[in-house]
């Protein structure tokens, strides 16, 4: 970690949530991304999971403090306390389970009820590897980031497709965000705390035209 030198030294905290349907794989996309794991066997998330992990930009230490929603998706009771300070998240649905795809328009509009800032968002295809009993096409998850303005990706926290790619897109995005605003306003700082980030003087939202859309090249 380098935070001694004046212009290396610059570090952020950034909060990342997860988000989608009961055992379309979050924990185990968390997991692989933050400790190379994997559990076939993985049960719900009970109780509060995050994990944080370093990235470094233009000379910068980057942390991410990524969570997992502890199993709370399966009462639709996600609290507003697990989106606050969010600035990024990853909306998660399962290929092989349509109504997972089906459930992602509300948890786009509960993401947006809860931030209050920009937030940089990917929707994720996971479980690609299941490609022989795939429900939702890739054409459809593109169409509706698209729609949205979200990042796109496939992913398979089973064999790491993509996953490191997509958690890495989401982080530099925020820093990308963070560092547009640092630029126009010598008032807006992130600043760092224990469990968040807070965006002093929240300004536009990011331009959709802006926005890349990727798609996992599944076999």
């Known amino acids: 970690m380098s935070s001694s030198e004046d212009e290396g030294g610059e570090e ?3 909060k990342i949530v997860i988000i989608g349907d009961s055992a379309v794989g979050k924990s185990n996309l968390l997991s692989r991304y933050a400790r190379n ?5 993985s049960k719900a998330t009970i109780g509060v999971e995050f994990q944080t992990q370093s990235l470094q930009i233009d000379n910068k230490e980057v942390k991410a403090q990524i969570w997992d929603t502890a199993g709370q998706e399966r009462f639709r009771a996600v609290t507003s306390a697990y989106y ?7 909306i ?8 997972t795809f089906d459930s992602v ?3 786009l509009d509960e993401l947006k009820t809860h931030c209050d800032t920009t937030v940089a968002m990917m929707l994720v295809g996971n479980k690609c ?14 169409s509706l980031a698209e729609a949205e303005g979200l990042f796109f990706m496939e992913t398979s926290a089973l064999d790491s497709t993509n996953v490191k790619t997509a958690f890495e897109m989401v ?3 925020i820093y990308n965000n963070v560092s547009r605003k640092v630029l126009n306003s010598d008032t807006y700082k992130a600043e760092l705390s224990v469990n968040r980030v807070s965006l002093v003087n929240n300004g536009d939202a990011t331009s959709k035209q802006n ?5 996992c090249c599944s076999r």
């Open 84 to 90: 606050r300070g969010a600035v990024g998240a990853l």
């Open 105 to 107: 328009g509300r948890w």
């Open 92 to 99: 998660v649905y399962d290929i092989s389970r349509r109504t």
């Open 12 to 14: 952020y905290l950034f």
């Open 171 to 173: 982080i530099r995005e």
């Open 129 to 142: 590897d299941l490609d022989n009993i795939r429900a939702v096409s890739i054409e459809e998850g593109k």
């Open 37 to 41: 794991e994997f559990n076939l066997h």
């Open 211 to 215: 926005q890349s859309y990727f798609s």
